[in-house]
Each structure stands twice: as C-alpha cells, then as structure tokens.
C-alpha cells in the first residue's frame, strides 16, 4: 500500500557538497577510503552491496564491479553526487593508481582483517585508523531529516495499529511480525533493527528477543520498533501493562517517564551528551533504581540506528544542530521485569522536536 509513504513528498536528497566536507578534514597528502554501506551511501548514494569510495583532494571515485554499471550511475546521478563511477573486478587492485604514496585514513571498525591485510600489501602509502565522516554524518541536513521524520512517523502508526492485538491470545512473535508487516504497508523498506517485543520477565532483558511466549494480564510489554526510509532509521520503544498496573508497576513508569523528561528539557546545542546522561540517571538514583538503569541514555540516529553523538556518562559529545538523538532511560529487575521509555528528538537552533509521536499510555 505505501499509504504514507505516497502521502508526503520527499525533497530529492543532494549530496554535492558531500566530497567538500570530506576534503576539509583531509591534508593534501592523505585521502580516505571507506568501504561501509552506510558511509558510501552518505558519500554517493550508491545502495548496492559492493561499494569502495576512494577521496582526495583531486579525485572522488566509487569503485563497484559490473552487477551494478547501471545502478551506480542512477543512484550518483539522482542524488547530485560529484563521484566519479569506476567498474572493477577488485576495488582494492584500484586503489593504489589512485592513491600513489598518500596516507590511507581508514575506518577500522568497519573494515575486515582481511581487507586491512590486503590494502596493507597492496597500497604504498601508510595505513591510519580514522573515523573522519562519523563525525559530519551526525549533523543531518534538511532531506536527511525528512526522511527520518517519515520513519518515525511509519512506527508510529505501525504501532497504533498493533496495540488493539495486546488483549487478543498472541505471542510475541506475532506482535513483531505484525509490526513489521505495518512498517512495509506503510512504505518503509524494511524494519530499523530486530524488533523488541518483551513481555513479563523477558522485559528485564534490554534487547530480548521476541519469543514464542504469549502475551498475559498483568505483564509489562516492552515495544522497541523503528523504520528505514531511503536507508534512514527511527528508533522508538513504549512499555505497556496488560491490564490495570499495579501501584508498583505505576512506579516504576512514572519515575522513567520523569527521567526521560529531565533529559528532555535540555536538548540544546552545546550541551554536552554526559550532563543529559547525568540528568536522566539522577532521577532514576533518586527513586533508588541507579544500579537498575544498565546502559546509556541514548545516541544518534540516521543511515545507521547507533550514530554519532554517544550519549551516556563517558561521552565527549556535544549537541549540534540537526543531529537526530534518542532520549531513552530504562530500568531492569532480573526475572521480574523492565521499564523503557525511548523517542526520537531533532536537535534545533532553540531546543529540540520530537519525532516519534506515540502515545505514552501504558495501559494495554
């Protein structure tokens, strides 16, 4: 059906300043290569599964081999990327009549042992581990931010759709199933990550797996969906009671609800990503749950779900304008259950705007 997607227009993505930004990060005697889907997408548009993108200060090439002679030329054309198109049978035998003697800065995290050996044999230059477009992927422009908005917007009624099946005799799997149906009704290409269905004890588990388990009164439901449009991610989770809550369980919500809000309330730019940490957590110590909050308060979210900035108590980060972040608290008690609540924020000039638009009603 697509009914969203067909519903709102989306500006054509432009990538032409793209080689620039790259470029300001580089010395005329280094380049990079980048061999991640994700990056080479940012970088040219290209979609295919074999992508290496070779940039220094005079040659931007994305090499591919010959299943994708058309597609290459299309997806760099439709998205006003300044890349040059080369076809080869081994990307990495490319490289070294491109780069001479330069210094190679490489993604390390993203690249192979064997690619690395291979490039370390074949390039005459050295080698770095760099991480240069990490950093400019996580301020978004204005298309980018369309898409992702789009995303969010898909799990949102994915979701709205799903909830009336909590009452009905269903298991976990079939709350996942059917949400990511809805999520590709809707027009997204596919489902974020793994959808998170968890319910009663395997709530407790931050990235439980669904399971064959069925849905019961008085269970906590932990939902953690999102949705990609044009290879751009949402990221959001709701936790739901089946039936009436019990007073603790009314707690427990309320008190993460109130730490998601503190950290909330500065989403700003500038503000560093450990202080937003530091606030969400403090509420939940207060309540005398510090140890039960397990992981960070959130992180960017764009062509990969986990992006730039890191926010939790050993960030560095600092917000900026446009990039996309998660606010997302949660607490975990072992074989009992587990509370999260997590949404998608826009960082602006003045403050920040919520993507993900769900209700926070936990009563199922």
């Excluded at 400019?136 to 799903?162: H, V």
């Excluded at 849905?215 to 989770?237: C, F, K, N």
């Excluded at 730019?269 to 140890?291: H, S, T, Y």
């Excluded at 600092?318 to 826009?346: A, H, N, Q, S």
Aim: hydrophobic share 35%; charged share 25%; glycine share 6%.
């Amino acid at each position: 059906m697509n009914r969203l997607r067909r519903e709102q227009t989306l500006s054509p993505l432009d990538l032409s300043d793209r080689s620039d930004k790259v470029r300001s990060k580089l010395s005329k005697s280094e380049a990079v290569v980048v061999m991640d889907p994700p990056n080479v997408q940012w970088m040219t548009g290209f979609t295919g599964s074999n992508g290496t993108v070779y940039i220094d200060h005079e040659r931007f090439v994305l090499i591919t081999d010959q299943r994708y002679q058309e597609q290459g030329p299309l997806e760099i054309m439709q998205t006003h990327s300044t890349a040059e198109l080369a076809i080869s049978k081994n990307s990495i035998e490319e490289l070294p009549k491109l780069a001479g003697r330069k210094t190679i800065k490489l993604d390390s995290n993203k690249v192979t042992w064997a690619s690395a050996v291979r490039l370390g044999e074949t390039l005459e230059g050295d080698i770095v581990p760099s991480s240069p477009l990490n950093a400019l992927r996580a301020q978004k422009d204005e298309r980018e931010i369309e898409r992702i908005s789009l995303a969010a917007k898909i799990a949102d009624q994915a979701l709205k759709d799903t909830v009336p099946l909590f009452s009905q005799k269903v298991s976990e799997v079939e709350i996942a199933a059917h949400l990511d149906n809805k999520i590709r009704e809707y027009g997204a290409s596919e489902s974020a990550y793994k959808t998170i269905v968890a319910s009663g004890v395997n709530s407790s588990k931050p990235h439980a797996q669904p399971s064959e388990k069925q849905i019961e009164q008085g269970d906590v439901l932990i939902v953690d969906v999102g949705a990609v449009v044009d290879g751009y991610r949402s990221d959001m989770t709701r936790t739901f009671v089946i039936g009436k809550p019990t007073d603790l369980q009314e707690n427990y919500l309320g008190v993460v609800l109130e730490a998601q809000q503190e950290g909330v309330k500065i989403l700003e730019p500038d503000m560093p990503c450990a202080e937003i940490d530091r606030r969400c957590r403090m509420k939940i110590e207060e309540a005398g749950w510090g140890p039960s909050f397990i992981h960070g308060t959130g992180h960017g979210v764009g062509l990969d779900i986990h992006e730039l900035p890191a926010i939790n108590s050993r960030s560095k980060d600092k917000l900026l304008t446009g990039m996309i972040v998660t606010i997302e608290p949660g607490i975990y008690f072992t074989d009992i259950c587990g509370v999260r609540w997590e949404d998608l924020y826009e960082i602006t000039e003045t403050g920040a705007r919520q993507l993900t638009l769900s209700s926070k009603s936990p009563q199922a």
